[in-house]
């Protein structure tokens, strides 16, 4: 809820007022007046320096933080739809910059790559943070040949590798790990494509794809590039109807709920972090222990 009103589809209307800024930071009031002789020019420093303060506070709050359109939204002067769009944004827009953390009425504050600064309904986008600047440090990549695949597996401590179907085809190289990046349609160039842009392994797995982000290149192996589209293959785990007769007992009295985000979505992905020993060895994440668009 957003002052009372159910967060949906953008309002058509919101109730005017003055734009007070509330959701800045509380800051000590200084009452200089009541000091004999204070000086009126030190006063006006000491403002200025809490200015200064307020604004640097509500920047670094905002900073590191994009935001991206999911669906068509239009780019607003007004957190209302009171007045008319600046214009429509596209998916295909660069990210936008947030200028302020919280949302107001449901919109947030941004800055096109155009320079354009104005207002977008939530639910038409994503905020996300930056991915890390050059010369940040990238993720660790796990060294040595990794170990067999078990049910008895910790992976990311939820009994998932109790379902993996025959799990010591699988080389752990390092038990629970996040992973960011977009998902791919993997059924894209494949005679049946599938709805949600994932292959439905006749064990009951999925089999999708994840365009990694820039820190987490190194995931991807030369198996990856030849046969998966350089992308990171992330499988959940008796997510579909079995069909492989030798899996079943995999699935035995489970199966998996989770909701895969639509291809083009930005999301991290929990799992182990596994080679696979058959086919052309790629790297994949499973089983998946969660997927959280970002």
Not at 69 to 81: A, E, G, H, K, T
Not at 136 to 163: K, N, R, T, Y
Not at 198 to 215: C, M, N, P, Y
Not at 276 to 289: A, R
Request: aromatic residues 6%.
């Amino acid at each position: 809820m957003v002052h009372g009103r159910r967060v949906g589809r953008e309002p058509t209307m919101s109730l005017r007022r003055d734009r007070l800024l509330y959701s800045q930071p509380v800051l000590p009031v200084v009452i200089a007046g009541r000091i004999p002789g204070y000086d009126k020019s030190v006063r006006g420093t000491v403002r200025l320096l809490i200015s200064g303060v307020a604004l640097l506070w509500w920047t670094t709050a905002a900073s590191g933080q994009t935001v991206t359109v999911v669906r068509n939204v239009n780019l607003r002067p007004d957190p209302s739809s009171e007045y008319p769009s600046i214009r429509v944004l596209t998916p295909s827009e660069p990210p936008l910059t947030l200028l302020e953390s919280s949302p107001e009425s449901g919109y947030y504050h941004v800055r096109t790559s155009a320079g354009e600064e104005g207002y977008v309904w939530g639910r038409d986008v994503g905020v996300s943070v930056a991915p890390p600047a050059p010369g940040a440090p990238a993720a660790p990549i796990p060294a040595g040949p990794g170990i067999p695949g078990s049910p008895s597996m910790v992976g990311c401590g939820d009994s998932l590798w109790q379902h993996v179907y025959h799990p010591s085809r699988l080389l752990v190289q390092q038990d629970c790990l996040t992973v960011t990046g977009v998902i791919v349609d993997a059924t894209a160039g494949q005679a049946h494509h599938q709805p949600d842009g994932v292959r439905h392994e006749a064990d009951g797995d999925t089999h999708g794809w994840l365009q990694v982000d820039s820190q987490f290149v190194d995931l991807i192996n030369p198996g990856n590039r030849s046969d998966e589209g350089g992308n990171l293959v992330f499988e959940i785990v008796c997510h579909y109807t079995v069909t492989q007769s030798d899996a079943r007992p995999a699935c035995e009295g489970f199966a998996d709920h989770t909701s895969i985000p639509p291809p083009g979505t930005h999301v991290a992905i929990t799992g182990t972090f596994v080679q696979e020993k058959n086919h052309k060895k790629w790297n994949e994440i499973h089983p998946v222990s969660r997927i959280e668009a970002r």
